[in-house]
């Protein structure tokens, strides 16, 4: 029927700009904070080879992007970055406009699609990183290492784009803050758990990625001896790390959703106006045809009399 093939339509143009805000949110939100990311995984693969410390590479990374802002993101390591989020970003905000366009529930094929791409592009940039900022000469990944980092990967998903919505509604629900006079809204609860939840995770995380880069750097060394690795550098590199993805999946994350709510309901409102400007025209027929027609009818249930 002519009427259902409007709808169709009008849902399908509706579906294929929410993609396009999807894609633009990720973008946006992945240019923000690709620059401190760069500098902070360069950093941390140069001080986990020897290469340089902690310090020296911190401080010659953020005065190479002040210095030359426009060098530094035309960079591979810069890009490399980019790349890895602007795709989760996307493939995380695609999955959830696709779940709600089918009333289906997001968490599961979120959590397996943005681990899926974040795994794959992630692991490509630290191979890249690994042999661009390593000590030793340029070779394949050890298959442990890829494992680690899979692991890492993976808990750093569930915590930046899972955990969040329900860490948000305990707060909300939190009789400890009502009891203390602290009621918190959505909006701050979104953004302290989006910031919370991947920070803390780096605790755990952390641990895989430094045995990710000693396997790859010293393969022949012993366990008691990469357990003296990891307490020698494990402190300043957790905390580096939550520093890093503070900005990556906390503040990144709270960009993406803001810029991607934004954009969304200013379709939702064009669509509004589009519909009410149908439902005057169909109207405006239907008078003037008279009472009787289908025309008319039609604008009845528009305009919702009965």
């Not at 902690?54 to 990374?61: A, C, D, F, H, N």
């Not at 426009?70 to 960079?75: D, G, L, S, V, Y």
């Not at 290492?145 to 909300?172: H, Q």
């Not at 009891?179 to 780096?202: F, K, R, W």
């Amino acid at each position: 029927m002519p009427g259902n093939i409007g709808d169709n339509s009008l849902g399908n143009n509706t579906l294929a700009k929410k993609f396009g805000v999807d894609v633009f949110a990720a973008a946006l939100a992945a240019f923000i904070v690709s620059p401190f990311i760069t500098i902070i995984d360069r950093s941390i693969i140069e001080n986990a080879s020897g290469r340089a410390t902690l310090s020296t590479s911190l401080k010659k990374g953020f005065h190479s992007l002040f210095s030359r802002p426009f060098a530094f993101i035309r960079t591979p390591s810069f890009l490399l970055v980019f790349g890895v989020y602007s795709a989760t970003y996307s493939t995380a905000n695609t999955i959830d406009t696709i779940c709600s366009f089918a009333s289906r529930d997001s968490q599961t094929p979120k959590f397996i699609g943005t681990t899926l791409v974040n795994l794959s592009t992630c692991i490509y940039k630290d191979r890249a990183f690994t042999r661009m900022f390593g000590m030793v000469a340029p070779k394949g990944l050890p298959l442990g290492t890829y494992g680690l980092f899979a692991a890492r990967d993976s808990l750093t998903i569930a915590a930046s784009f899972n955990l969040p919505d329900g860490v948000s509604a305990r707060l909300r629900d939190s009789q400890f803050l009502r009891d203390h006079g602290v009621p918190i809204s959505y909006e701050t609860s979104q953004n302290v758990a989006q910031i919370l939840c991947p920070a803390i995770m780096q605790i755990f995380s952390c641990t895989f990625h430094l045995l990710g880069l000693d396997l790859y750097n010293r393969p022949k060394m012993s366990l008691n001896e990469r357990i003296e690795f990891l307490k020698r550098i494990y402190v300043k590199t957790a905390i580096t790390r939550i520093a890093r993805i503070g900005p990556a999946f906390g503040i990144g994350g709270v960009a993406n959703r803001m810029i991607r709510e934004r954009g969304n309901s200013m379709i939702i409102g064009t669509g509004e106006r589009l519909m009410a400007k149908r439902g005057a025209t169909v109207t405006a027929v239907a008078v003037s045809k008279g009472p009787g027609t289908g025309v008319h009818s039609i604008a009845k249930a528009l305009s919702g009399n009965r």
